[in-house]
């Protein structure tokens, strides 16, 4: 099945989204709605907005945009794709910036500095590329089929170790799925 699905779904996409909050809500819906009409499943779906939403954040805070830029007036890059074999790939790539990125361990009361840990507990696997012209890409898989379990904490497991409060049921809103409101915050 997974052939399959990766067949219907765009070999690859990618967009520039402006250095800053402005285009993080377009990437999201540009992103959710591709693979939506892939036949993806809601569940790597869903994981690969959160983890697009953390990569363009980080991004923001701590690179720079692409090119000779300067700081919020250039652009980031988001990519995805999907190969032969099922596995979602996601990236963003910015400008590098003075550190490198690395999961944290902030304090209980912190206001930031869990993105990476929420990306490796939802993830199949992910790292850090640079290049020459000091780029930098962090890239993540999501695979709903397969996982090593030397690459990090599995999503079947992480709803076990963060709970929400109830909520009452909110009446669907024709066309839209619940996620898709939070596409338009940004």
């Known amino acids: 099945m997974a052939l399959v699905v990766a067949q219907e779904v765009p070999a690859s996409s990618s967009m520039a989204v402006p250095h800053g909050p402005a285009g993080v809500g377009e990437a999201r819906h540009r992103m959710r709605e591709q693979l939506r009409t892939g036949g993806l499943p809601d569940a ?4 690969a ?14 690179g720079r945009p692409l090119g ?12 995805w794709r999907v190969d032969p074999a099922g596995r979602l790939t996601v990236e963003v790539t910015d400008g590098g910036g003075p550190t490198r990125p690395a999961p944290a361990t902030p304090s209980v009361t912190a206001h930031g500095g869990r993105g990476l840990n929420i990306i490796t507990a939802l993830a199949d696997d992910w790292g850090v590329r640079d290049d020459a012209r000091g780029e930098v890409t962090v890239w993540v898989v999501v695979d709903d089929a397969t996982h090593d379990p030397d690459a990090g ?4 497991r992480f709803p076990a170790r963060v709970t929400s409060p109830s909520v009452s049921r909110i009446p669907p809103m024709p066309g839209r799925e619940f996620a898709d409101a939070f596409d338009d915050l940004d």
């Open 153 to 156: 904490l599995r999503r079947d």
């Open 68 to 79: 000779d830029a300067l700081a919020g007036d250039g652009d980031v890059r988001a990519a």
């Open 49 to 62: 907005v959160l983890i697009l939403s953390e990569l363009l954040s980080n991004a923001c805070k701590h």
């Open 44 to 47: 790597v779906i869903d994981d």
